[in-house]
């Protein structure tokens, strides 16, 4: 009997276990997963903990209760895998052996990488406890200067603080406190978003909002006696209200194991997500270098190729169904609208309708009611039917139809560099 | 993609004007392409940065990023935005004639 051992019981690897259990009778597969504790996370949901639209109870269910009947759940932490050996060392000196590895453990918020970013008023929500802090720290928040800052990408969830930042600005409005508030959104990046015509689009809608963008900023640390963000070409942002999404990096045992890179995140193929070291390791989820976002819809169409190339995979056959790096993000933009963004890896989120060409409901790129309610609605869609493995009624291959596809060089956030370079000045 | 004349020889660009050919680098064009960055002069501490970009690019066909650059390159990030003043990861890359870097979906 082969035995596949999945780490991580989260988005992806409660889908790929109850997907290769329905798959494969228990007499052929051993399904075994392992995680630290029985709490899954509706991840999505932190965001909007703050608001007060979500509390504990919406966000956090028994992992067991999603595992098809069939599946071992493993509660240990990983001490490491020796993938030569293919064991996996659990703590308390346990073991598991495989035939077959799947890394889903995906990336954590590490605010300790960055000095004094774990320091008191120095705010982030990407988990449960920091929402749950967030959520007192803006309801005590007397007005003056809110600053959204990421550290660097990649993090999941890529939109997430422009969310964060929209929700705020209209929460702020609703209780006719927005004139009492600043609001500066500092990124890393060269414009509101990676891709071009998203980054124009996400741009005007920061200066309809009079949200002010501060770029290209590399954070050295967070000064928290003078509440101060600092970088390292010496730019100083005051802020009364810090939002700072820490570095997301994979967990510690990966960097123990020598399966990863610098971020602790492991090399693999885009296509398959099969390691690149290892023939016998996949990574689903966040915890792979897939150049695509880190999001629970990548992780399912990832998954979707996985089952796919499974077949092949047991038959040593090459395996042939190659992701595209399709990604779907639904934005909430506040106010009970939301946006939708529709990408891969060679296709830039563009303006257009979703899924019908020119009908919708869900527009890209626009906010309207629709796209609001899909994202609410999707709560519930997750629990039930993604991480069931049930089908929906999206596909992992993306569609150009219904997209107003624009020159790839469109969008004015990242001017020609060769001009833009010689512009730049440096700071001080 | 474009192709323009470059330090007096043809040379393959994308949209941004990053090279995209590997090969057609060498240490003359990157003089002239920190001279298009507005870095005048490559010093020794420019060229070990620049060197370490072009060494670890081949194996991973992806350039580093900054975090790398100092982790596993051993630069100190400070000194790196001295010697590239503004945005650093993208003169790096730019003058050692690789891909922006991505780490940024």
Redesign the interface.
């Known amino acids: 009997m082969r035995r596949i051992v999945i780490l991580g019981g989260g988005t992806a690897g409660t889908m790929v276990a109850n997907k290769l259990r329905a798959t494969e009778p228990a007499s052929a597969l051993q399904i075994t997963v392992v995680d630290r504790d029985d709490e899954h996370h509706y991840q999505p949901g932190y965001l909007f903990m703050p608001f007060g639209t979500y509390t504990r109870k919406h966000i956090v269910q028994p992992r067991r209760k999603y595992l098809r009947p069939g599946i071992n759940l493993v509660l240990a932490e990983i001490e490491r895998v020796d993938a030569d050996a293919k064991v996996v060392h659990l703590a308390g000196d346990r073991t598991l052996e495989y035939d077959t590895l799947i890394v889903a453990t995906g990336v954590q918020p590490r605010p300790d990488q960055t000095p004094g970013a774990e320091g008191e008023g120095v705010h982030h929500f990407y988990d449960l406890e920091a929402a749950e802090r967030l959520t007192e720290g803006l309801r005590m928040f007397p007005g003056g200067r809110l600053v959204v800052h990421i550290t660097e990408m990649p993090i999941k969830c890529p939109v997430a603080p422009l969310e964060f930042t929209f929700l705020a600005d209209a929460w702020f409005r609703e209780r006719g406190t927005r004139h009492k508030v600043e609001i500066v959104y500092v990124t890393p990046l060269d414009g509101a978003f990676t891709k071009p015509v998203a980054s124009r689009e996400l741009g005007d809608m920061f200066d309809k909002r009079d949200i002010k963008m501060e770029t290209d900023f590399a954070v050295e640390s967070v000064d928290t006696e003078n509440q101060e963000l600092v970088s390292y070409d010496d730019r100083r942002i005051p802020y009364d209200l810090l939002v700072s999404i820490p570095l997301n990096m994979g967990p510690d045992y990966i960097a123990r194991s020598g399966l990863g890179d610098e971020m602790n995140l492991v090399p693999c193929d885009q296509g398959t997500m099969q390691s690149l070291a290892h023939p016998d390791i996949f990574v689903l989820g966040d915890g792979g270098t897939l150049q695509t976002s880190k999001a629970g819809s990548v992780a399912h169409f990832a998954v979707d190729i996985f089952m796919e190339n499974w077949p092949h995979y047991l038959a040593g056959e090459p395996l042939t169904h190659q992701f595209d790096g399709h990604a779907n993000c639904f934005i909430e933009t506040g106010h009970g609208k939301g946006m939708l963004l529709d990408f891969n890896y060679k296709t830039q989120p563009y303006t257009g309708s979703f899924p019908l060409p020119g009908v919708g409901p869900m527009a890209l790129l626009k906010e309207n009611k629709a796209n609001h309610l899909a994202k609410l609605a999707f709560r519930g869609v997750y629990w039930e039917f993604l991480l069931k493995g049930r089908p929906l009624p999206f596909t992992a291959d993306m569609y150009l139809m219904g997209k107003n596809i624009e020159d790839e060089a469109s969008g004015t956030s990242t001017p020609n560099l060769l001009k833009g370079l010689v512009g730049l000045r440096p700071s001080h | 993609m474009p192709t323009c004349r470059i330090d007096g020889r043809p040379i393959d660009v994308n949209?941004?004007?990053?090279l995209t050919v590997y090969d057609q680098w060498d240490d003359s064009l990157a003089t002239v392409l920190a001279g298009?960055?507005?870095i005048e002069e490559l010093t020794d501490e420019h060229w070990k940065v620049l060197r370490f970009l072009r060494d670890d690019y081949p194996a991973?066909k992806e350039t580093a990023t900054?975090?790398?650059v100092t982790?596993?390159g051993g630069f100190d990030?400070?000194e790196?935005?001295r010697l590239f003043?503004?945005?650093?990861a993208?003169?790096m890359s730019?003058i050692a004639g690789l891909p922006?870097p991505?780490?940024?979906?």
């Open positions: 949209d941004e004007g990053f298009y960055a507005g991973r900054l975090r790398r982790a596993v990030m400070k790196l935005f003043p503004g945005k650093p993208k003169k730019y922006k991505k780490g940024c979906v």
